[in-house]
């Protein structure tokens, strides 16, 4: 038998201690048959007793087991005590006692009830009155323990005919009301009824004059609240939210959720500001037997700051955004996954603060796999959010066609893979381009005698471009030749890695060399356009990559060796990793490759990355890039997090060194990125975080900063417990993008377990 509940939740005149819910398990419907396997000893025989009749299905069957049994033969009473229990399939009730009054009809369970229903909530109780056909009981002194997560206690409750459970007296919480340590404790929140409707059927707790309370005041009536039983949502009113900002003023927003059923919900929102005009929002949300997808929208009418004159107009056009995505699995290998993003301007996300996003994407990809192919027919197009960017400039992709096939090479051994693709892209006022290729890749790796492991890779493709409207593309080298143009690729590379694990510093240590040579005859790379493969950059991930450039637009031709190593250290609670490397290029072609990317010259510039991780407490991540000659940081990347969840400090640091004039997609930069939390008085924290741009004009000259310029920062204080969380934020902005003003923002953000707010 479970130990008795602690003494816990209080009633709403605070006399009510015992911890109890609403009464489920004891809930059977219709007459049952009764079975009694009890411990070997004497029992006296109980001559009319019914027996078990075999006809009786065995949701009408309740088996009882206990240390002992007897019979009242005067008063015609059954009596089974010591470690009761009584089952009917996935329902149970455990008690002290147990008492069957044969002439009345009446059941009787006392001391320790615990009663547990088909769906896991737990009702616990000193005692429960009960019909033999279990359809009508009493309780007092209850706790109901919810599988979804809640508790629930009342004075008193009953069970009516219909099934339909009244508490009398009570009080809800979704808070844990022991601490780890198994003491009792009061609940930060909990929310107490003079009345309390609990429909076995719907899954449903309705309240009747509720109040919400923190802290043990009284602080909120709800009117209308209900909860379920089973964790799902409830169509009601959401609390809430508050926030003041330099561009809108006091902004009070809340909304209404609909469940229409258990595969699709609706909300409908609305913000009121006092500086701007009211806004409207709604999400619908549906699951079907193919897959999932939801749709998102804003709407207001209100004036916007002029994208080219940066004047507020005085004409209020409507404006707003919509926001949709799915995914859809037709069988095991088809499935199709689609998004649209669209705004009516390029400042509305930012100015309701919605998203930061500076550009929105919408998609689409049909795609099919197996074991050993892969399909997608796929396209995008992208909407720029940027004020000063050109969105007949930004192109769209319809359609992109990727098509690839794995088979076993059965004369050498190894893996050829087969590739077909094609892309289409479209500007208004820019350069179009199209584009397709087939091509063949084979790998064969191979483990030496002496721990090498050998890989060997060949590939050779075919290229077909047209391209018009070249005149229109600012930067020369990625115009390519207007009209048709085709193009060869061929490439081979050996790869050999001998890693050597020993012991070292208390720990194990892997030391692992690694040598690739690759050749490619010289490739027609400036004859067509580059649209893909524009942000090239030697790292630490491409440093043995057979084209360092990101897409197929570019490849790498010539003969070239790159060399380094990677090693790692293990000892309890540490981990060391780190790569570095370098590679010679055995001829120099400088026109596709600019000065200042880390390979244009023969020999490249010196690259690597070192990770260190001390248990959870402890990640450092630095990426560095040396100029080969006069060892000058051209890349120096930071990344640090030390402490716990409660308490930590993250910081982060980039600075772009690369000289590189004219490429915009290759410009310097430094920025700084820093977060703190720090946890006080057990469930409060204050947290803070900032991003600062430190680029100056010798390192961008289109920029006005001295080299120090705060983008954003934030300041809070929060407290969460297991069930509740609420806190204040301020943040700043310093930038101003059209009507999206700089200024301070103050949030105020609340949230309670299983109710759903927030």
Same mark, same amino acid.
């Given at each position: 038998?479970?130990?008795?509940?602690?003494?816990?939740?209080?009633?709403?005149?605070?006399?009510?201690?015992?911890?109890?819910?609403?009464?489920?398990?004891?809930?059977?419907?219709?007459?049952?048959?009764?079975?009694?396997?009890?411990?070997?000893?004497?029992?006296?025989?109980?001559?009319?007793?019914?027996?078990?009749?075999?006809?009786?299905?065995?949701?009408?069957?309740?088996?009882?087991?206990?240390?002992?049994?007897?019979?009242?033969?005067?008063?015609?009473?059954?009596?089974?005590?010591?470690?009761?229990?009584?089952?009917?399939?996935?329902?149970?009730?455990?008690?002290?006692?147990?008492?069957?009054?044969?002439?009345?009809?009446?059941?009787?369970?006392?001391?320790?009830?615990?009663?547990?229903?088909?769906?896991?909530?737990?009702?616990?109780?000193?005692?429960?009155?009960?019909?033999?056909?279990?359809?009508?009981?009493?309780?007092?002194?209850?706790?109901?323990?919810?599988?979804?997560?809640?508790?629930?206690?009342?004075?008193?409750?009953?069970?009516?005919?219909?099934?339909?459970?009244?508490?009398?007296?009570?009080?809800?919480?979704?808070?844990?009301?022991?601490?780890?340590?198994?003491?009792?404790?009061?609940?930060?929140?909990?929310?107490?009824?003079?009345?309390?409707?609990?429909?076995?059927?719907?899954?449903?707790?309705?309240?009747?004059?509720?109040?919400?309370?923190?802290?043990?005041?009284?602080?909120?009536?709800?009117?209308?609240?209900?909860?379920?039983?089973?964790?799902?949502?409830?169509? %009601?009113?959401?609390?809430?939210?508050? #926030? /003041? $900002?330099?561009?809108? +003023? &006091? !902004?009070? *927003?809340?909304?209404?959720?609909?469940?229409?059923?258990?595969?699709?919900?609706?909300?409908?929102?609305?913000?009121?500001?006092?500086?701007?005009?009211?806004?409207?929002?709604?999400?619908?949300?549906?699951?079907?037997?193919?897959?999932?997808?939801?749709?998102? %929208?804003?709407?207001?009418?209100?004036? #916007? /700051? $002029?994208?080219?004159? +940066? &004047? !507020?107009? *005085?004409?209020?056009?409507?404006?707003?955004?919509?926001?949709?995505?799915?995914?859809?699995?037709?069988?095991?290998?088809?499935?199709?996954?689609?998004?649209?993003?669209?705004?009516?301007?390029?400042?509305?996300?930012?100015?309701?603060?919605?998203?930061?996003?500076?550009?929105?994407?919408?998609?689409?990809?049909?795609?099919?796999?197996?074991?050993?192919?892969?399909?997608?027919?796929?396209?995008?197009?992208?909407?720029?959010?940027?004020?000063?960017?050109?969105?007949?400039?930004?192109?769209?992709?319809?359609?992109?066609?990727?098509?690839?096939?794995?088979?076993?090479?059965?004369?050498?051994?190894?893996?050829?893979?087969?590739?077909?693709?094609?892309?289409?892209?479209?500007?208004?006022?820019?350069?179009?381009?199209?584009?397709?290729?087939?091509?063949?890749?084979?790998?064969?790796?191979?483990?030496?005698?002496?721990?090498?492991?050998?890989?060997?890779?060949?590939?050779?493709?075919?290229?077909?471009?047209?391209?018009?409207?070249?005149?229109?593309?600012?930067?020369?080298?990625?115009?390519?030749?207007?009209?048709?143009?085709?193009?060869?690729?061929?490439?081979?590379?050996?790869?050999?890695?001998?890693?050597?694990?020993?012991?070292?510093?208390?720990?194990?240590?892997?030391?692992?060399?690694?040598?690739?040579?690759?050749?490619?005859?010289?490739?027609?790379?400036?004859?067509?356009?580059?649209?893909?493969?524009?942000?090239?950059?030697?790292?630490?991930?491409?440093?043995?990559?057979?084209?360092?450039?990101?897409?197929?637009?570019?490849?790498?031709?010539?003969?070239?060796?790159?060399?380094?190593?990677?090693?790692?250290?293990?000892?309890?609670?540490?981990?060391?990793?780190?790569?570095?490397?370098?590679?010679?290029?055995?001829?120099?072609?400088?026109?596709?490759?600019?000065?200042?990317?880390?390979?244009?010259?023969?020999?490249?510039?010196?690259?690597?990355?070192?990770?260190?991780?001390?248990?959870?407490?402890?990640?450092?991540?630095?990426?560095?890039?040396?100029?080969?000659?006069?060892?000058?940081?051209?890349?120096?990347?930071?990344?640090?997090?030390?402490?716990?969840?409660?308490?930590?400090?993250?910081?982060?640091?980039?600075?772009?060194?690369?000289?590189?004039?004219?490429?915009?997609?290759?410009?310097?930069?430094?920025?700084?990125?820093?977060?703190?939390?720090?946890?006080?008085?057990?469930?409060?924290?204050?947290?803070?975080?900032?991003?600062?741009?430190?680029?100056?004009?010798?390192?961008?000259?289109?920029?006005?900063?001295?080299?120090?310029?705060?983008?954003?920062?934030?300041?809070?204080?929060?407290?969460?417990?297991?069930?509740?969380?609420?806190?204040?934020?301020?943040?700043?902005?310093?930038?101003?993008?059209?009507?999206?003003?700089?200024?301070?923002?103050?949030?105020?953000?609340?949230?309670?377990?299983?109710?759903?707010?927030?």
């Amino acid at each position: 038998m479970s130990p008795k509940p602690q003494t816990c939740l209080q009633a709403s005149d605070g006399r009510l201690c015992r911890s109890a819910a609403l009464a489920l398990a004891f809930l059977f419907v219709g007459e049952f048959a009764i079975s009694a396997p009890v411990a070997a000893q004497d029992v006296p025989e109980i001559a009319d007793t019914p027996a078990v009749d075999s006809a009786v299905s065995p949701d009408r069957v309740i088996e009882f087991e206990a240390d002992t049994i007897g019979y009242d033969d005067d008063r015609d009473v059954v009596t089974a005590s010591g470690n009761v229990v009584l089952r009917n399939q996935d329902r149970s009730v455990r008690a002290d006692e147990v008492s069957w009054d044969r002439r009345t009809g009446t059941i009787l369970a006392k001391g320790n009830v615990r009663l547990v229903d088909e769906r896991g909530n737990q009702l616990y109780t000193e005692s429960v009155e009960l019909t033999d056909t279990f359809e009508t009981g009493a309780m007092e002194e209850m706790l109901l323990a919810l599988r979804a997560g809640g508790r629930m206690a009342a004075r008193s409750g009953e069970r009516g005919e219909d099934g339909t459970v009244i508490l009398a007296d009570a009080a809800y919480s979704a808070c844990p009301v022991v601490d780890a340590d198994g003491c009792t404790k009061k609940p930060s929140w909990r929310v107490t009824a003079n009345r309390v409707i609990y429909d076995p059927s719907q899954n449903r707790i309705r309240f009747k004059g509720a109040v919400l309370e923190l802290f043990g005041a009284r602080v909120l009536p709800m009117p209308g609240l209900a909860v379920r039983t089973d964790g799902k949502a409830v169509s %009601g009113f959401l609390v809430p939210d508050l #926030r /003041i $900002s330099e561009s809108n +003023g &006091v !902004e009070v *927003s809340g909304s209404y959720y609909w469940r229409l059923a258990d595969n699709k919900d609706l909300s409908l929102g609305a913000h009121i500001y006092t500086e701007a005009p009211p806004m409207v929002n709604g999400t619908w949300r549906h699951l079907t037997g193919k897959g999932a997808y939801q749709i998102t %929208g804003y709407a207001t009418h209100s004036s #916007r /700051i $002029s994208t080219f004159t +940066g &004047v !507020e107009t *005085s004409k209020a056009d409507p404006r707003g955004y919509i926001a949709a995505n799915g995914r859809f699995q037709f069988t095991p290998e088809w499935s199709f996954t689609g998004s649209v993003r669209l705004a009516t301007d390029r400042t509305f996300l930012r100015r309701y603060d919605i998203s930061r996003d500076d550009r929105l994407r919408s998609t689409f990809n049909l795609e099919r796999i197996d074991d050993s192919s892969y399909l997608s027919l796929a396209g995008w197009a992208t909407q720029t959010l940027r004020l000063n960017s050109k969105q007949g400039q930004v192109p769209m992709a319809l359609p992109v066609l990727d098509y690839r096939r794995r088979i076993d090479d059965p004369l050498l051994g190894g893996k050829l893979e087969l590739q077909v693709n094609s892309l289409s892209l479209v500007r208004d006022t820019g350069q179009d381009t199209q584009r397709a290729f087939a091509g063949a890749r084979w790998d064969l790796k191979r483990l030496t005698g002496l721990g090498q492991v050998v890989t060997l890779t060949g590939l050779v493709r075919g290229d077909v471009y047209h391209t018009d409207s070249t005149g229109l593309t600012a930067t020369e080298i990625y115009r390519g030749n207007p009209g048709w143009e085709t193009r060869g690729v061929a490439l081979g590379a050996i790869d050999v890695e001998w890693p050597f694990v020993g012991e070292a510093f208390g720990g194990t240590q892997v030391f692992k060399p690694r040598l690739q040579l690759v050749a490619s005859p010289p490739i027609r790379n400036l004859a067509v356009p580059n649209e893909d493969a524009r942000a090239i950059d030697l790292e630490d991930s491409n440093l043995f990559a057979l084209n360092r450039f990101p897409g197929y637009d570019r490849v790498e031709d010539g003969v070239r060796l790159t060399y380094g190593f990677d090693w790692q250290l293990q000892r309890p609670g540490w981990r060391v990793k780190t790569t570095v490397g370098q590679s010679y290029r055995f001829d120099r072609r400088p026109d596709i490759l600019p000065d200042g990317t880390g390979l244009s010259e023969r020999v490249s510039d010196f690259v690597g990355r070192t990770e260190v991780r001390f248990r959870d407490t402890v990640k450092l991540t630095h990426r560095f890039r040396l100029d080969k000659d006069s060892f000058s940081v051209r890349r120096n990347e930071f990344d640090a997090t030390v402490g716990n969840e409660r308490t930590y400090a993250e910081i982060g640091y980039l600075r772009l060194n690369r000289d590189i004039r004219g490429l915009e997609d290759l410009q310097d930069r430094e920025e700084l990125r820093a977060a703190v939390r720090v946890g006080f008085a057990r469930y409060w924290s204050a947290f803070g975080s900032g991003v600062f741009n430190l680029t100056d004009r010798n390192e961008d000259p289109t920029l006005t900063s001295d080299g120090f310029e705060p983008i954003r920062t934030r300041l809070g204080i929060a407290y969460e417990d297991d069930c509740l969380e609420f806190g204040l934020t301020w943040r700043r902005d310093y930038i101003n993008a059209g009507d999206a003003r700089r200024g301070d923002t103050f949030q105020v953000f609340f949230s309670l377990r299983n109710l759903g707010f927030r």
